[in-house]
T-cell receptor, first 116, second 115 residues
Framework: DARVTQTPRHKVTEMGQEVTMRCQPI?????VFWYRQTMMQGLELLAY????????DSGMPKDRFSAEMPDATLATLKIQPSEPRDSAVYFC??????????????FGDGTRLSIL | GNSVTQMEGPVTLSEEAFLTINCTYT??????LFWYVQYPGEGLQLLLK?????DKGSNKGFEATYRKETTSFHLEKGSVQVSDSAVYFC??????????????FGSGTQLTVLP
């Protein structure tokens, strides 16, 4: 089965360091989503892209977070500088470009980020 | 705006017990409705979906019926197994004829099934 691939699976770093998380969407999917999951807030949508263009990044702290899709096979989420409150599991999801009934999103296994 | 309200957990059941996890939603029009499941250490996986009123989604013994009149999409399973232990998320996506749309998730319900 095709899968969304996220790297790294785990990241531990010190406050102030730059963090880059990567996502390889399923081949052919044109919509990519970034989510953050914490115990307190649950699942939060940070940003999403369609055909590599950002459609909505209102859920993302603009001063330190940035999301890009350099090409159709790679999405990145960067945090600079990182802070302890950024500790969470970050998920990438991708979706099909077909028309008709809404298509489900396919999730990666996440990047577990710990900022010390 | 759109919102999803899920039954609070955690829920603990014995093996072979009947499961219901309640989900109600607020949305304009006829959104698509989904149940996702998250096993420990993994991402969310689609469990089932329904795209119009009175549709029943089903998968792996789980079922949910899209009830427009009560704006609900309750998840049920007649006989749970230990392997069903996971977190279950109800979600909706606004009406669309296009590709995957932004999902609104409920807060998740932790299910633990004891042998």
């Amino acid at each position: 089965d095709a899968r969304v691939t996220q790297t790294p699976r785990h990241k531990v770093t010190e406050m102030g360091q730059e963090v880059t998380m990567r996502c390889q969407p399923i081949l052919g999917h044109n919509t990519v989503f970034w989510y953050r999951q914490t115990m307190m807030q649950g699942l939060e949508l940070l940003a999403y892209f369609r055909n590599r263009a950002p459609l909505d990044d209102s859920g993302m702290p603009k001063d330190r977070f940035s999301a890009e899709m350099p090409d159709a096979t790679l999405a990145t989420l960067k945090i600079q500088p990182s802070e302890p409150r950024d500790s969470a599991v970050y998920f990438c999801a991708s979706g099909l470009p077909t028309t008709g009934a809404n298509q489900p999103q396919h999730f990666g296994d996440g990047t577990r980020l710990s900022i010390l | 705006g759109n919102s999803v309200t899920q039954m609070e957990g955690p829920v603990t059941l014995s093996e072979e017990a009947f499961l219901t996890i309640n989900c109600t939603y607020t949305a304009t029009g006829y959104p698509s409705l989904f149940w996702y499941v998250q096993y420990p250490g993994e991402g969310l996986q689609l469990l089932l979906k329904a795209t119009k009123a009175d549709d029943k989604g089903s998968n792996k013994g789980f079922e949910a019926t899209y009830r427009k009149e009560t704006t609900s999409f309750h998840l049920e399973k007649g006989s749970v197994q230990v392997s069903d232990s996971a977190v279950y998320f109800c979600a909706l996506s606004p009406i669309s004829s296009g590709s995957a749309r932004q999902l609104t998730f409920g807060s998740g319900t932790q299910l633990t099934v004891l042998p």
